[in-house]
């Protein structure tokens, strides 16, 4: 794991993200050139911004605007990261913004983000999964806001140029739930969650049962595979996701393997697999959170690590922190002594990523407003 957890030069950097000031302005035609860890798209340089706020590493950025004219870039986001914590450069340059970020201003600010404008003449493309027609791009909002797997629509008014998709509402995807990217099995550590992390964007009234079928595979193709550390974290993955109708984790190789037939289910008996089925309108079970998994290690997305006495203290810190969704302590058992008692704060970007955007006319594109409801209207 030692050569697995983070080059100590990242290391330093993700301290750094702590020790800034808050600094909230946006340099407008302002490149900070170079010095790139990550590209996303946005649709606006505020979205950029909670990108690069929820990025483990970024500490500034450069969005590129749609009033861009060197070349066909618009929308681009470049995460950016120093050793100083600073940009290198910068250099006049007009169609881009630049700024920095939050992480080390209020938390509240960022943790649950309203995104509540709306883009004309923009789309949104991919991560579909469901549509409808509607009457205006009004009601194609409302209907994602309502819908609990909806993170953002586009939608087709009545002058798009293919007649047949007038008014057509597209309801997209995107995970807005912590995942652990990668989950190995390593001697010497112990990883585990915050106890704080969000693992639903609704509140249910109804408490939900949770059925899983232990020594089980289910056949099927899978829609996704993903990484988990127990059939829990793989059953709220498949909860989350739109299209997943059931799921089988694989203990060995800690895949979450999330499938798709609403017609049948084949199950058929295997040792160390667990299958299950996603719940739905209900609040989860979430005391899987609670557990600490010895030995396995949830490799990357640092954000920064202290020094501590035990696994216990550092599961403290990471509930503690708003930022932090997940860890890896390194206990004196590891084989590397230089990381002994290293508690490794862990996030990942749960602000709806979007597979691109692009501009096209007489579409409109937005966000749900889910979060937005959960907070007063004079921050929205």
């Known amino acids: 794991m030692a050569v697995h957890l983070i080059l100590l030069g990242l290391l330093s950097l993700c301290s750094l993200s702590f020790s800034q000031e808050c600094n909230q302005a946006l340099q407008v035609n302002v490149d900070f050139p170079g010095t790139d860890i990550a590209f996303q798209y946005s649709p606006d340089v505020q979205h950029c911004q909670l990108l690069c706020t929820q990025h483990p590493s970024c500490l500034f950025f450069t969005f590129v605007r749609a009033d861009w004219t060197r070349d066909g870039r618009h929308f681009y986001c470049y995460l950016k990261s120093t050793p100083t914590g600073r940009p290198n450069v910068q250099t006049p340059l007009v169609g881009v913004t630049s700024g920095y970020s939050l992480k080390p201003c209020s938390q509240g600010q960022v943790k649950e983000p309203c995104l509540s404008e709306v883009y004309h003449d923009v789309d949104f493309p991919g991560a ?6 509607t009457a205006d791009y009004e009601e194609c909002q409302r209907v994602c806001t309502q819908d609990p797997s909806c993170e ?13 998709i007038r008014h057509k509402c597209h309801l997209k995807f995107s ?11 390593t001697a010497g550590v112990t990883s585990g969650f915050s106890h704080n992390a969000q693992m639903t964007t609704q509140i249910y009234d109804a408490v939900c049962q949770s059925k899983l079928f232990p020594d089980t595979d289910i056949a099927g193709q899978n829609v996704l595979v993903e990484r988990a550390a127990s059939p829990e974290q793989c059953q709220a993955l498949c909860s989350a996701h739109p299209t997943c109708t059931y799921f089988t984790f694989v203990r060995s190789t800690f895949s979450c393997n999330l499938k798709k037939n609403p017609d049948k289910m084949v199950t058929t008996a295997r040792n160390g697999y667990t299958s299950g089925l996603p719940t739905h309108f209900c609040q989860p079970d979430n005391n899987w ?16 690590f202290e020094l501590m006495d035990n696994a216990e203290e550092c599961q403290r810190t990471c ?48 966000f749900t407003l889910k979060k937005c409801l959960l907070i007063p209207k004079s921050h929205v």
């Open 319 to 366: 509930t503690d922190d708003p930022n932090c969704q997940f860890y890896t302590y390194v206990t004196k058992n590891f084989r590397d002594r230089n990381f002994w008692r290293r508690c490794y704060v862990k996030r990942v970007i749960t602000v709806p990523s979007l597979p691109k955007v692009t501009k096209l006319n007489n579409v409109v594109s937005g």
């Open 152 to 164: 953002f629509f586009t939608f087709a008014n009545g002058s798009f140029s293919v007649e047949t």
């Open 175 to 185: 995970w807005t739930i912590p995942r652990t990217p990668i989950v190995e099995r």
């Open 289 to 304: 959170l609670k557990v600490a998994h010895e030995g396995v290690d949830f490799r990357g997305s640092d954000i920064r």
């Open 128 to 133: 579909d999964y469901r549509f409808l027609f």
